[in-house]
């Protein structure tokens, strides 16, 4: 194989590749021979079926195989051999092919570009920290009790009011049928909170235990079965108990419901979750502060294979006219992040920083943990998503990178109370293109209203 650089301009640089006819003649005549034990042709014993006649039969194809092959391994040689640090795909542009003649081809290469790190210890940042006032604690535990409300039973002759329990069997028929889902049994309905049918508990509001009540209801438009989606439906209901609300008395046994040791580890727990919340919000800005400064501070070459990469993932789904409208924005915020992530992977590797797959196992760990309840939604979602475990991978990464960042530059520390905190966040939360740049990596975050409090 003969490599030459055909030219270099900024960072694309055109390899020419010549390959020796006598070279892909040994890789075809090694295939025809691993063929003889795979093709089977009538009037030949299997594994006993000449080269030549294999060749007549599927040679075009044969050659497309070999060659691809060839390309595959040579153009990886080339790179090797010129030390070249690819940015992206390279494309291949064939000059010369065919059975008998050399292989000859172009091979145009994007390169990294060189990064020269300067100095950060000059940098300057803030780290937030937030002061979760008792008021607040006492609040959400007050959400909590009233989220995981406990119900007891009323006298048969009382009758069901709003924030009642009311459980009941029914049967539904639309036009007089039955159908699929037509029948339920032991249906448990807070009156008020209109989550079974639209209209469906205030029909329920004065019926008493043993009663029978018939109902009209209208089928949701999303119904699974299409031919049901917004049909007049008749229900037949048989209530078997009304229950009223019973005040949750916060205490020591509230909080082993909920998980906890006692009350006041679960009013640690509450604060604990809430100061995460908020934390996780201010860290964003604390990055944002020590990203701004290192794009600021460093001029980089930046290869347009990767630009116009990232623009493609942006804009995705994006309409045409949509993407031309912004054109100008999302090239600027693209060559944004290609430049902090070539800047900060610089540091990673300087640093000898990695993320091992015990973190990352680790990491996946602590999201289960904190949802109680969808651990194997959790689960699931990671392997059948390996991109997803990568993705994680490359946040725990730049994390690692920017907690170093953090330990090198002079970072002020001020304690805010939570009506600052939420100022600072809305502010940052303005729509503009420096509060969109810093996000170089993408990750998993999963939102849930959780009913009990878990210790991460």
Known sequence: ???????????????????????????????????????????????????????????????????????????????????????????????????????????????????????????????????????????????????????????????????????????????????????????????????????????????????????????????????????????????????????????????????????????FLIEKQISSQYSQALNSITKKEILDQIEKNHQVELPQNLIDQEISLMTKNLKPEEKEKHKTINEKLAKSRIKLGLLLNEYGEKNNLKVSDDEVRNEIQKQIKGMPGQEKMVLDYYQKHPSASQSLKGSLYEEKIIDLIKSKINLASKEVNTKEAEKIIAEFNKPNIDAEKFKTTSSVKSKSKLKKISKK
């Open 1 to 267: 194989m003969k490599v030459e650089v055909k030219s270099k301009k900024g960072l694309r640089t055109i390899l020419s590749v010549i390959v020796d006819k006598k070279n892909i003649q040994t890789k075809m005549d090694e295939r025809l021979k691993e063929l003889q034990s795979e093709v089977s042709l009538k009037g030949f014993r299997p594994g006993k079926v000449p080269p030549e006649v294999i060749k007549s039969q599927f040679g075009k194809s044969i050659y497309g195989e070999v060659v691809d092959k060839i390309l595959r391994e040579t153009s990886s040689q080339a790179i090797d051999e010129k030390k070249l640090k690819v940015a992206g795909q390279p494309k291949i542009d064939l000059k010369q092919f065919g059975e008998g003649k050399d292989l000859n081809y172009e091979l145009q290469i994007d390169c990294l570009p060189s990064v020269n790190l300067k100095s950060f210890e000059k940098f300057k940042a803030t780290s937030f920290k937030v002061k979760i006032e008792e008021k607040i604690v006492e609040d959400k535990l007050k959400e909590i009790a009233n989220q995981n409300k406990q119900f007891e039973d009323k006298n048969e002759n009382e009758k069901a009011i709003n924030g009642d329990q009311v459980i009941f069997d029914y049967s539904a028929t639309v036009d007089g049928n039955k159908f699929d889902g037509s029948e339920g049994k032991g249906v448990q309905l807070e009156l008020g909170k209109d989550l079974f049918l639209k209209g469906f508990d205030e029909q329920l509001i004065g019926v008493k235990k043993n009663d029978t009540k018939i109902l009209d209801a209208t089928l949701p438009a999303n119904h699974p079965k299409k031919e049901l989606a917004n049909k007049k439906t008749k229900f037949e209901c048989k209530i078997l108990k009304v229950k009223k609300p019973k005040s949750n008395k916060i205490d020591d046994d509230f909080a082993k419901l909920m998980g906890a040791k006692d009350l006041k580890d679960l009013k």
